[in-house]
C-alpha cells in the first residue's frame, strides 16, 4: 500500500511540475500585460501592474486589431470548412472504394504532405497574382485553405470502421452520401475534432503565405498586425503582451470548447 502511495504520490508531483512550467509563461505574459515596461523587468510575475488594461486601449488605439482579428478568423474559419469537408470526402474515398489509380493518387497525398508552403510559394504567388487575387480574401484564404494532412487523419479513421456497417446501408438504399453523413461521420467524430482544431491552428498562426499576399494594412491578419506593432525602435513590451493575450484568446477558446472531442480523437481509435 505504501509503494502504491509513493509512486501515486510521483506521478501527481510529476505532473504538477508539468502544468507548472506549462502555464507559468501563460501566467507571465497575462501578468506583463498589466504593467509598464519597467515595471514588466523590475517586479514579479504575479505583482499587478500599474497600467492595467491601459496597454490593451492603447495597443488598439494604435492598430486596428478588430480588423486583423475578423481576418484571422475568416481566414481560419474557411481552411476548417473545406479542410474537414474535402478532407472526410477524401479520406472515405481512400479508405473504403478501390479504384485502379487509388494507389497512385494517395502517393501524390503522401509526397503533397512533405512539400513545404515555401518551396512553392513563388509560383503560386504567380498564380493569384495572375488571377487579381492580391489584396483580397480569395487570394488570402483559397490558396492556402486546404490541409492535406486532414486526408490522412480522415482514411485512418474511416479504415478502422466495419465495412458491414456500410453494407447494411448500401442494402437499405442509402445513397454514398447519406451513408457518409449519417453513417460515417458520427463515427469519426473525434478525428473531425482533431483535423478542425490542427487546421485552424495552422491557418491562425500563418505568417508567411499573409505577408506576401497582402500589402493593404485592413487586409492583414493578426500575427502580421502584432508583427508590425511591434517592429520598432521604442518597443512597448506591455502593448506587445496586450496584443499577445489578445492573439492567443480565440485559439486557446477554440481548443477548450473541442478538448474532450480533441483528446479523445489524438489517443483512441476504433469504433466505439
Not at 97 to 108: E, N
Not at 158 to 169: G, N, V
Amino acid at each position: 500500500m505504501t509503494e502504491r502511495l509513493f509512486h501515486r504520490l510521483a506521478a501527481w508531483s510529476l505532473l504538477a511540475f508539468a502544468t507548472f512550467l506549462t502555464l507559468y509563461p501563460v501566467a507571465w505574459m497575462l501578468s506583463a500585460s498589466l504593467k509598464s515596461s519597467g515595471e514588466i523587468f523590475t517586479t514579479s510575475t504575479f505583482h499587478l501592474g500599474s497600467r492595467g488594461f491601459g496597454n490593451y486601449l492603447s495597443a488598439f488605439g494604435e492598430r486596428p486589431f478588430f480588423i486583423y482579428l475578423l481576418n484571422s478568423v475568416a481566414a481560419a474559419s474557411v481552411s476548417v470548412i473545406i479542410t474537414v469537408v474535402l478532407g472526410v470526402l477524401a479520406g472515405y474515398s481512400f479508405a473504403k472504394f478501390r479504384y485502379r489509380l487509388a494507389p497512385l493518387f494517395w502517393l501524390v497525398v503522401l509526397i503533397s504532405v512533405m512539400i513545404p508552403l515555401e518551396a512553392i510559394v513563388i509560383p503560386l504567388f504567380l498564380e493569384v497574382h495572375a488571377f487579381g487575387w492580391t489584396n483580397t480574401y480569395a487570394g488570402l484564404i483559397l490558396p492556402t485553405a486546404f490541409n492535406v494532412v486532414g486526408i490522412f487523419i480522415f482514411r485512418q479513421a474511416i479504415i478502422s470502421i466495419p465495412d458491414a456497417y456500410i453494407e447494411a446501408a448500401r442494402i437499405d438504399g442509402a445513397s454514398e452520401l447519406k451513408i457518409l453523413r449519417l453513417v460515417v461521420l458520427p463515427m469519426v467524430l473525434p478525428s473531425a475534432v482533431v483535423v478542425a482544431v490542427l487546421t485552424f491552428n495552422l491557418a491562425w498562426n500563418s505568417y508567411l503565405w499573409p505577408l506576401i499576399v497582402t500589402s493593404d494594412d485592413l487586409m492583414r491578419t493578426l500575427p502580421l498586425g502584432m508583427a508590425a506593432f511591434q517592429a520598432g525602435f521604442d518597443t512597448k513590451y506591455g502593448e506587445v503582451m496586450a496584443v499577445s493575450v489578445f492573439g492567443a484568446l480565440p485559439t486557446a477558446v477554440f481548443f477548450l470548447m473541442l478538448q474532450r472531442y480533441f483528446v479523445e480523437g489524438a489517443v483512441a481509435s476504433g469504433v466505439k
